[in-house]
């Protein structure tokens, strides 16, 4: 089944931009597309455009993904709460 392009909310847009100047002034939001699957692809194929926003950054001297001991940095991890929580709000008020 071939899933049809939606361009990207240009609210969602805004938002993640405005909560990651908000934690970290001055960093370029730059829209990707990953290789990997997700539970995304049932959402899209109803209609409902779905993204995926973590906020978490890793240490790249030490990539553990999809390891035994796959784990990030503390920092990482409060700092991703704060970026999900303040960017859930902003989409909540819209």
């Known amino acids: 089944m071939i899933t049809p392009y939606h361009p990207i ?6 938002a ?3 909560s990651t ?4 002034p001055g960093l370029p939001v730059i829209p990707t597309m990953d290789s990997g699957a997700s539970d995304g692809i049932y959402l899209i194929r109803a209609g409902i455009p779905t ?5 978490i950054f890793g240490d790249e001297d ?9 784990r990030i ?13 303040d960017l ?6 819209r």
């Open 9 to 14: 909310d240009a609210g969602v847009m805004a």
């Open 16 to 18: 993640v931009t405005a």
């Open 21 to 24: 100047n908000k934690l970290w």
């Open 51 to 55: 993204y995926g926003v973590s906020g």
């Open 62 to 70: 030490d990539v553990r993904a999809h390891g035994r001991d796959e």
């Open 73 to 85: 940095l503390v920092k990482s991890f409060d700092e991703g709460v704060d970026f999900i929580y």
């Open 88 to 93: 859930v709000t902003r989409l909540s008020a």
